[in-house]
């Protein structure tokens, strides 16, 4: 059902690179609104500006695109001014406001937090052997704990509702919109794209509730799922886990979906293969080849909810990898025998514009698509039926991109494309 009565609200501009403005750093923190389109048929833009204009039909369907039913972002948000479209500054200023300084610390958690939580873990080995029986107790234990598999992670909602994942959302910003209602009364899997370098809008828009999802979906307990290897790192196992990660395998998936309705799982679908892929403005998605998620949900009886975010392959930037040079052969290599890949990355600094592993300040704009409905449960679907199914789901991907690319994606430099 298309969600209604939304009012239109303008979005957040497109950010640059740096932490200059000042002025835009008050007020309070982001709550669940709605923006749409207005009764005059034209829709605010996504580009930043708070005048309305009208719509391209060339790249529409030829019914109207659904009312969206979004967050508003905060006043706290980071925003661009005029000072900052002048020439680009190679260092932070000294005074910015605490506020900024918080959505900083928070981004930079999140892209550190790994490390961190095994350099804790290594700090703990070191500080004395009095506690060497106890980390061992811990390691037989991590190994043998079935929780990320077994559809019941340790979450802890507490950990959603942190105040570092709100800044976190005014970073970029980040901002959710909503095309349709969910029946709570049905499971679902979220197909998320594109994965990007490291997902960072799944996490706030998906695994937190500071972008407002809990609002928008309400009774829809949703997991989003990262790779099983994750869930071997001592410490941020824990951590992952507590904001209600779970593994990817397709045994977890069937766990978290079989606890009954309003059940939902959230899958960055494209995985490492479409990380190497991510470049500023273009729109590149692993799909066709990736038929698991299909048959899943064939199995269990799952609905399938395309979500496309504009602007996450855009805050990183990429080492030239073209297919055939040596570090694309070297990625492919790494990845088949590790199960993951390894982006050369970057974008900007923590105190720097020029250089650093902090994503940029560019917005990120999550769209959930409408469900696609799986009336029946197919025990052992066929690589047919899956195929039929992919097509439904790629044509409701599609229709979420001609809709809405000119309000989120107006820098684009290449369309949405499926290469493989």
């Not at 500006?49 to 967050?71: I, M, R, V, W």
């Not at 999802?213 to 824990?238: C, K, M, V």
């Not at 504009?310 to 590790?338: C, I, R």
């Not at 199960?339 to 994503?359: E, I």
């Amino acid at each position: 059902m298309v969600a209604k009565d939304a009012v239109v609200r303008p979005a957040p501009a497109t950010a640059e690179t740096d932490d200059t403005s000042q002025e835009t750093s008050t007020g309070s923190a982001a709550k669940a609104s709605s923006t749409a389109l207005d009764t005059d048929g034209v829709r605010r833009t996504a580009a930043g500006t708070a005048k309305a204009t009208g719509l391209n039909t060339d790249n529409l369907h030829e019914s109207s695109p659904p009312k969206l039913t979004s967050t508003r972002p905060s006043r706290h948000a980071w925003r661009v001014t005029g000072s900052e479209r002048r020439a680009p500054r190679h260092f932070a200023p000294l005074r910015l406001p605490l506020r900024r300084r918080l959505q900083t610390f928070s981004v930079l958690y999140h892209t550190v937090s790994i490390a961190f939580w095994l350099s804790v873990f290594l700090l703990v080995c070191g500080l004395s052997p009095l506690l060497w029986p106890a980390l061992f107790v811990y390691f037989i234990w991590m190994m043998l704990d079935p929780a990320p598999e077994n559809g019941r992670p340790r979450r802890f909602e507490f950990m959603r509702h942190l105040k570092l994942w709100r800044w976190y959302c005014e970073y970029f910003p980040l901002r959710l919109h909503k095309t349709h209602d969910l029946d709570a009364s049905r499971k679902y899997i979220f197909g998320y794209h594109p994965h990007g370098i490291i997902s960072l809008g799944a996490m706030g828009a998906i695994a937190s509730s500071a972008a407002g999802w809990d609002e928008l979906f309400p009774g829809i307990h949703t997991t989003l799922l990262t790779l099983a290897s994750n869930f071997q790192i001592p410490f941020y196992r824990d951590y992952a886990m507590s904001i209600g990660l779970a593994s990817v395998s397709r045994r977890s998936c069937q766990n978290l979906l079989r606890r009954g309705p309003g059940r939902a799982i959230a899958i960055v679908v494209g995985g490492a293969q479409e990380s190497l892929l991510s470049r500023p403005y273009h729109n590149n998605l692993v799909l066709r080849k990736r038929l698991g998620m299909f048959k899943i949900a064939l199995r269990e009886g799952a609905d399938l909810v395309p979500v496309y975010a504009f602007g996450e392959n855009d805050v990183y930037l990429q080492v030239d990898n073209t297919p055939g040079s040596w570090l694309y052969t070297f990625q492919q290599l790494f990845k088949k025998v590790a199960g993951f890949t390894l982006p050369m990355f970057h974008a900007r600094g923590v105190l720097n514009y020029d250089f650093g592993l902090m994503p940029y300040r560019r917005p990120i704009d999550v769209v959930v698509g409408a469900p696609i409905r799986v009336d029946q449960k197919v025990d052992d679907p066929t690589e047919e039926q899956a195929l039929e199914l992919q097509a439904r789901y790629i044509e409701e991907l599609q229709k979420i991109w001609n809709d809405f690319k000119d309000d989120f994606a107006p820098d684009r430099i290449s369309d949405l494309e499926f290469v493989e």
